[in-house]
DNA sequence: GTTCTAGAAC
DNA sequence: GTTCTAGAAC
């Protein structure tokens, strides 16, 4: 075995490795444990639930395996519940071409808002028929007693497939970048209403204590500012959340805290850009018109055919004056 | 699975 | 100039 393969193999064990190990475990029982997703989330809330028995994978469920399934399902309830979501925040099921060599089900809050969610690819096995929903696998295994594999071709060009549909509005894009600066929108609205819910909260809390204490509290204690620290990673600057029993994923900072006025920010200031299909165009008359836009106007990809032909060329790149990044890094070998 | 990188697109 | 993508390597 080559030591490339070698290497892969040892990738796919990792999350047998985290079991044994107890990493990164956040839930466990004697049948299966619940796994943070802490080296690549792709949402601000991304676990994984394993079984202890060793099953490879999705194929590899039977009938037999229904009530591990319905014990996996708890675990995945109880981790939403740990942190005080609803289970409708989440995706919970199976990718039917998972890398890993131990059957893992996901649990990944529907935000899909992460700085690991990096290619279309990403996106496309939690939000295509490459993802199985518990549900669904559930349903197979009681009709069929199985799962059957998709064929490989499909799963190619699943991962692939664009434009890509926002799965919280009609809206759709050919360019990845663009779904990404969407979902921030439809994410930093949705924070935006839950920290404002909480703080009617704790405001009517405090306000109930003052009472209680015949107000011997005060209200001069700062508002509490959920982006206190600040991790630069990637295009994005992330910050642990301020609360709960396990801390999300990433989370970013803005320019500044007016809630009015927040934006992402940038390791470099984003060039100016044409009108593009952005949130606005799908709100309630959109529906009837989804996101036209340029990419519309040419046949689906147009923009990035397939570039096999350079592939010969790039090994040879080197040798090219055209090309100056190049040039620089053959100097610095 | 991820990271790195060249080349294309913008 | 930056952003995006796909292929190679790991």
């Not at 004697?30 to 394993?50: D, G, I, S, W």
């Not at 894009?173 to 979902?183: I, P, V």
Request: glycine share 4%.
């Amino acid at each position: 075995m080559a030591e490339s393969e070698i290497d892969l193999e040892f990738k796919r064990g990792e999350l047998t490795r985290k079991l044994s190990a107890g990493e990164d475990v956040v839930i466990q029982s004697e049948r299966a444990a619940v796994l943070r997703n802490v080296t690549c989330p792709k949402a601000q809330y991304h676990f994984v639930v394993l079984p202890k028995e060793e099953i490879a994978n999705v194929l590899a469920l039977k009938r037999e395996h229904l009530p591990l399934l319905d014990h996996m399902m708890d675990l995945a309830n109880d981790v939403i519940k740990q942190q005080q979501l609803s289970p409708s925040d989440f995706r919970i099921g199976f990718k039917i071409d998972s890398f890993m060599n131990r059957l893992n089900m996901h649990v990944i809050s529907n935000d899909f808002y992460s700085s690991s969610m990096r290619r279309i690819q990403h996106w496309n096995t939690f939000n295509s028929d490459l993802f199985i929903t518990f549900q669904a696998i559930y349903a197979l295994l009681c009709v069929k007693g199985s799962v059957e594999p998709m064929p490989a071709e499909q799963v190619e060009q699943l991962l692939h497939a664009t434009p890509v549909h926002c799965n919280q509005c009609s809206f759709y894009t050919e360019n990845f970048g663009q779904l990404k600066r969407h979902l921030y929108i439809h994410w930093r609205e949705r924070e935006s209403e839950r920290l404002s819910k909480m703080g009617v909260a704790n405001l009517s809390q405090r306000m109930g204590q003052m009472q209680i204490n015949g107000n011997g509290g005060t209200m001069s204690q700062r508002p509490f500012n959920p982006f206190y620290r600040q991790i630069r990673m990637h295009n994005y600057q992330f910050v642990p959340r301020f609360q709960g029993t396990v801390r999300p994923q990433l989370r970013p900072t803005y320019e500044n805290s007016n809630w009015n006025n927040i934006r992402p920010h940038y390791q470099h200031p984003a060039p100016p850009r044409p009108p593009s299909n952005d949130l606005q165009k799908t709100q309630p008359d959109a529906a009837s018109n989804p996101a036209p836009s340029k990419g519309a106007e040419q046949p689906l990809h147009a923009k990035h055919p397939k570039k096999k032909w350079y592939v010969n060329k790039k090994k040879n790149s080197h040798s090219s004056s055209s090309n100056p990044k190049g040039d620089a890094n053959t100097k610095l070998i």
